[in-house]
Antibody
C-alpha cells in the first residue's frame, strides 16, 4: 500500500529526498518514522491531509522538510544538512486516531539512508 | 531518544504466557494518553498489534492483549508460538515533546 523510495548513500552535510507513494486513499495525516541500524523506532515528522499542519521531532527540526502532493498520492521528506546519526531506515506511515491519540497503520517497507564520508 | 522504557528481552516456552511492560511518565502515559503496540518481525516493517491500549486490529489473534494503568502499559502474549519471535514496541504521545514517542523495544524469544 505504501512504497518508499529515494534512499541511498550520501556524505555528511548532503541532501536527499525521500518519496512515499500510496496506492489508495490519501487524505489522512501521515508521518515519517525512522530506525537506525539495530536500534529502536523514532518518529520524525508529520503532516496533515491538507498539508497545513506540520510538526517535527527536535532532532530534525530546521533540517528536514515534510511535504505532500495529494494529486499524486505522494509524501516526501526533504533532508538537508545530513549527519551520520541520520543513518536509518525511513518508513512512511498513515496516522490513525486523533491529533494526540495517534497510532500508525499501515507502514511502508522502508528505504535505507546511509550518511557516511 | 526513547522516553518509554521496556525490558530489553523476554522469553518463554511454546504455549506459555509472557508480558512486556512499557513505563512512561506524567507527560505521556501518566497523562492519560493512549498506548499502542507494534510487532516487528526480523527484517520487516513494524505492524500494528494493539491500538488505544486494548484494541486489536482485524486479523490480530486474541492471544495478544493490552492493558494500561497509571504510568505503565503492558502487552501480554498467551499461547506463545515460534512465529511470535520478534521485537515489540510501545508508542504514545508526549506533551512535553509535542510529538509521538516509542518504547525502547523488547525482543521476544521462544525457547
Amino acid at each position: 500500500q505504501l512504497v518508499e523510495s529515494g534512499g541511498g548513500l550520501v556524505k555528511p552535510g548532503g541532501s536527499l529526498r525521500l518519496s512515499c507513494v500510496l496506492s489508495e486513499r490519501f487524505g489522512d495525516y501521515m508521518s515519517w518514522i525512522r530506525q537506525a541500524p539495530g536500534k529502536g523506532l523514532e518518529w520524525v515528522a508529520k503532516i496533515s491531509g491538507s498539508g497545513t499542519y506540520i510538526n517535527y521531532a527536535d532532532s530534525v527540526e530546521g533540517r528536514f522538510i515534510i511535504s505532500r502532493d495529494n494529486a499524486a498520492k505522494s509524501l516526501f521528506l526533504h533532508m538537508h544538512s545530513l549527519r551520520v546519526e541520520d543513518t536509518a531506515v525511513y518508513y512512511c506511515a498513515i496516522q490513525r486516531g486523533g491529533l494526540r491519540e495517534v497510532w500508525f497503520d499501515p507502514w511502508g517497507r522502508g528505504t535505507l539512508v546511509s550518511v557516511s564520508s | 531518544q526513547s522516553v518509554l522504557t521496556q525490558p530489553p528481552s523476554v522469553s518463554g516456552a511454546p504455549g506459555q504466557r509472557v508480558t512486556i511492560s512499557c513505563t512512561g511518565s506524567s507527560s505521556n502515559v501518566g497523562a492519560g494518553y493512549d498506548v499502542h503496540w507494534y510487532q516487528q518481525l526480523p527484517g520487516i516493517a513494524p505492524k500494528l498489534l494493539i491500538y488505544a491500549n486494548i484494541n486489536r486490529p482485524s486479523g490480530v489473534p486474541d492471544r495478544f492483549s493490552g492493558s494500561k494503568s497509571g504510568t505503565s502499559a503492558s502487552l501480554a502474549i498467551t499461547g506463545l508460538q515460534a512465529g511470535d519471535e520478534a521485537d515489540y514496541y510501545c508508542q504514545s504521545y508526549d506533551s512535553s515533546l509535542n510529538g509521538y514517542v516509542f518504547g525502547t523495544g523488547t525482543k521476544v524469544t521462544v525457547l
